[in-house]
Each structure stands twice: as structure tokens, then as C-alpha cells.
């Protein structure tokens, strides 16, 4: 399980404070939803959560199954079991998809004392979750990223979250270029990789996705806090009424 007590984060440039005390507790099995207005440190909550530099936690954890994530490095936080799904997004030209996935994934056993797989252990690993999740083999022979479509990054992001099997998948679909079928690509692999023993937390400015994925828990994050939690009917009482009134109520 994912827990966040009392998260304080700055940014390092600026004096400013972005998350003002975020509590927040992901039990594994369960898929949890943030959403909230624009700025209100929903994609910040997930940086500092992956480690990304130019943030400074200045009071409060966030632990993963009761070790200290904050205190690893990108790839041990990968190693300990989260997945954040805009890890790789980037283009790679001249660095092939499969051999990316296979670098990702042994940097992860590494991390975990286990044995690297070998390219040929790998393809057919990828092959059968590549068939699995019904995606197409022939993504993996072109370089990372490189011309792929907003929905092929979506699969292929999906593809990653199979290979690497965490125990805490944090996906922030910002609010941009996602449209209606990329959405339905990220729910449709969310919901086929959902089990026991793995938790989500997925991101987003808009109720649309979570007509797919059909979350536990949702969240309303505004000005760097939670303020508010309920069922599935919070993220349809946001479409209707919008931010507005929920976050007035709370101030
Ligand atoms: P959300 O994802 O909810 O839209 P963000 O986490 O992206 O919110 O941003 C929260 C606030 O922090 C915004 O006011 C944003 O302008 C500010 N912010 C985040 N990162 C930076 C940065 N690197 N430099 C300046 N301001 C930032
Ligand atoms: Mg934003
Ligand atoms: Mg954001």
C-alpha cells in the first residue's frame, strides 16, 4: 500500500510551496482517483513521487509498503515496485523499443538481486504480454517512441506497466492530447492489469476516463491538498457541478 502522510513539497528555484499537507492512503488491490482544477499540484504530487528533480519535500513521507520511497533513487523506487507511467515518455531514436523494455526491466531485477533476463527469455516475455493486453508485436522493432501516435504510446506505456508488474501504478494523464480512443486504451490496460495485490492511482482533470475505469476511491486535490474523498459518484458530481462549489465548501 501506498501511504502519504502530511506532504509539505516547495519548489527548489522558486519560493514557492506547492503541496500544502497531502494525506493520502492507495491500499494495494484498489485503484484510486485524483482529480481536481488545473494547478492545483496533481502532477507535482506525482514528480516528487518519481523522484523527479527541482522538488523539495520539506515535511511529511510517502511510503510503499512501509519503506521510504522518498528516500530512493528513481530506479530503486522502480525496483520496490512503483510504476509511474510517465516515466519514459520521451523519444529515443536509435535505441529500439525491445531492447528499452529489456533495459528497464533488468535495472529492476538488478535492483532487486535477481539475474537479467536474456533477450531471448524477453521476447517471448513480451510476446505473451503483448498478446495479453491484444497489443501489436511489431510496435516493439521501431525506436522508443519515435513517430509513434498518442495512441501507440498509450499501449506501449501499458506494455511496460505488464512487463515490469508493480505494486503501485501512478499514471497523471494531464489534461492534454488524450483523446476519447487514447482513453479508452489507458482504461482498457488499467482494467486488465487491475488485481490483488496492486494499486493504482490515476490522475486526471476529467471525469471521462473514469467512466472507464470505474475507480474506488476519488480524490479532490485543490491548492496542494486533498480536500475532499468519496466514491465513484464525487467524480460525476464534479462533471455536473464542476470545482467550484467543492472547493468554496472547504474554504
Ligand atoms: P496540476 O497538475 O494539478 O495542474 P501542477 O502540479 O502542474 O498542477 O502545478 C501546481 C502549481 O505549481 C501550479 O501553480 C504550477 O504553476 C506550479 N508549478 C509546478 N511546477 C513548477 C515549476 N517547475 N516551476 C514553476 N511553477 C511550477
Ligand atoms: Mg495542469
Ligand atoms: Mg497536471
Do not use: W
Not at 488491490?29 to 481536481?36: E, L, P, R, S
Not at 528497464?104 to 527469455?121: C, F, P, T
Not at 488485481?195 to 476519488?218: A, C, N, S, W
Not at 491548492?223 to 462549489?245: F, H, M, Q, S, W
Request: proline fraction near 3%; charge should be negative; glycine fraction near 10%.
Amino acid at each position: 500500500m501506498l501511504e502519504i502522510k502530511n506532504l509539505h513539497v516547495d519548489l527548489e528555484d522558486e519560493e514557492k510551496t506547492i503541496l500544502k499537507g497531502v494525506d493520502l492512503t492507495v491500499e494495494t488491490g484498489k485503484v484510486h482517483a485524483i482529480m481536481g482544477p488545473n494547478g492545483s499540484g496533481k502532477s507535482t504530487l506525482s514528480y516528487v513521487l518519481s523522484g523527479r528533480d527541482g522538488y523539495e519535500v520539506t515535511e511529511g513521507s510517502a511510503t510503499l509498503d512501509g519503506e521510504d520511497i522518498l528516500d530512493m533513487e528513481p530506479e530503486e523506487r522502480a525496483a520496490a515496485g512503483l510504476f509511474l507511467a510517465f516515466q519514459y515518455p520521451v523519444e529515443i531514436p536509435g535505441v529500439g523499443n525491445m531492447t528499452f523494455m529489456r533495459t528497464a526491466l533488468n535495472a529492476q531485477r538488478k535492483a532487486k538481486g535477481q539475474e537479467e533476463m536474456s533477450a531471448a527469455d524477453f521476447l517471448k516475455l513480451v510476446r505473451e504480454k503483448a498478446k495479453a493486453l491484444q497489443i501489436d508485436s511489431d510496435m516493439l522493432k521501431r525506436p522508443v517512441n519515435v513517430g509513434f501516435s498518442g495512441g501507440e504510446k498509450k499501449r506501449n506505456e501499458i506494455l511496460q506497466m505488464a512487463l515490469l508488474e508493480p505494486k503501485m501504478c501512478i499514471l497523471d494523464e494531464t489534461d492534454s492530447g488524450l483523446d476519447v480512443d487514447a482513453m479508452k486504451l489507458v482504461a482498457d490496460g488499467v482494467n486488465a492489469l487491475r488485481q490483488e495485490g496492486r494499486g493504482f492511482l490515476v490522475i486526471t482533470h476529467y471525469q471521462r476516463l473514469l467512466d472507464h475505469i470505474k475507480p474506488d476511491v476519488v480524490h479532490i486535490m485543490a491548492n496542494g491538498r486533498i480536500v475532499k474523498t468519496g466514491g465513484p459518484e464525487l467524480a460525476l458530481e464534479v462533471e455536473k457541478n464542476g470545482y467550484a462549489d467543492l472547493v468554496e465548501e472547504v474554504a
